[in-house]
């Protein structure tokens, strides 16, 4: 069967955040414009329609016509639909009793912070790294202790002498890792993820990897799960779900795995995760347990259609550097190249060439100001449209410069 990704679902009207909540995002970046005709890529949520047996499974829970409390573990097909997934996309075994049911990943790498660590102490992030870790380290009372990354000929690397540095410091006790890593796009080697986890188990810190990109990679790149490297996992909680695979965040049903029974003990006091709903549970279970055939097809078709627009961006904005990212479907764009501004910038992307992305200081606030993070997560035409928008403006500009 061949899954249409040519053509977006029209999603106006349909509660969707990404299109039907402005307010939300001018809080964010107050000069969007977000109108009818904006294409929107600033957001990690694809346009197209869910696998088929996620949609039938919906449909199921809706003639149950009876919608009280549920809990993770009034599925028993739930636990069986991750340990599945894992032996056939990863070749990892999982026991049912490493997994902890979660609101979200997000959720897992806050309660990660808040079991293991005390307000006013550091969690390690490496950036550029996805915001929203930033923000739940501040919002729990941490700190963040910044190992930044190293960018050599076109690739992000782990600066090990750093990260030795700051694993060695007493008051930080948790590293956040993004693997892959969100905005840059890195799938983390086997030997890397190992040496992370050697580093950290030293010091006594903690590491949470969020591998929610985890089945987004491409073709002969192999994404290795933090749990599959090293025998000791006395250190290790891993947080993943089906939210960026089938595109499901809505449903809000995500897990843990934590292997150690004492470090799952500790995470697990005082822990109280959200009741998923009989939707999140239907959709989980069919996306792993029936929807295989539809990531395979997503993943052609994000090869195909980054691919496209790296080539695109290399054509039409030639002082833009970027590259095509090993994992996710993120594209992280080096603007610095221009000399404009981040204002200057926003008010080109955003306004004049009507094309919504994220800054990329939101991601690095030190060293992230002449860059911006698209996202892949429309059809391919529309992605060009956007690349071809925003040259038009440069152009535009460019040239109002020359005659002033």
Known sequence: MKHD????????????????????????????????????????????????????????????????YTTASSAPEYKPSIIGWY????????????????????????QTILAFSQPGEGVILCRPIYRNFTSVIQQTGRHVANCQMLYKNGRYEMDWEGLEQVCAQPENKVFVLCSPQNPVGRVWTR????????????????????????DIVRKGVKHVPIIDVVEDLSNIIMVSGTNKTFNLMGLHCAYSIIPNAALREK??????????????????????????????????????????????????????RTYIPEGSYVLWLDFSGYGYSTALLMELINQRANVALQRGAAHDPDQGGGFMRLCVTAPKATVLEAVDRIAKAFREYEKEEKTK
Not at 191 to 214: F, P, Q, W
Request: aromatic share 10%.
């Open 5 to 68: 990704f040519d053509h977006a679902v029209k999603r106006f009207g349909t509660y969707s955040m990404k299109w039907d909540d402005d307010d939300f995002f001018r809080i964010i970046t107050p000069n969007l414009r977000l109108d009818k005709d904006t294409i929107r890529l600033n957001l990690a949520d694809m346009d197209f329609r869910c696998a088929p047996a996620i949609a039938r499974a919906m449909h199921r829970v809706a003639d149950f016509e009876n919608f009280g």
């Open 87 to 110: 032996h056939r996309r990863h070749g990892v075994e999982i026991k049912p009793e490493w997994i902890v049911h979660s609101n979200g990943a997000l959720d897992g790498v806050q």
């Open 191 to 214: 030997e890397e993820l190992a040496r992370i986890a050697e580093v950290c188990r030293k010091n006594g810190v903690v590491v949470v990897s969020d591998e929610i990109h985890s």
């Open 267 to 320: 995470f697990q006091a005082g822990y109280e995760s959200a009741m998923p709903t009989a939707f999140a549970l239907a959709g989980m279970i069919a996306a792993y347990n029936e929807s295989e055939d539809w990531v395979d097809q997503l993943n052609d078709y994000l090869d195909d259609t980054i691919a496209a627009v790296v080539e695109a961006i290399r054509e039409k904005l030639p002082k833009v």
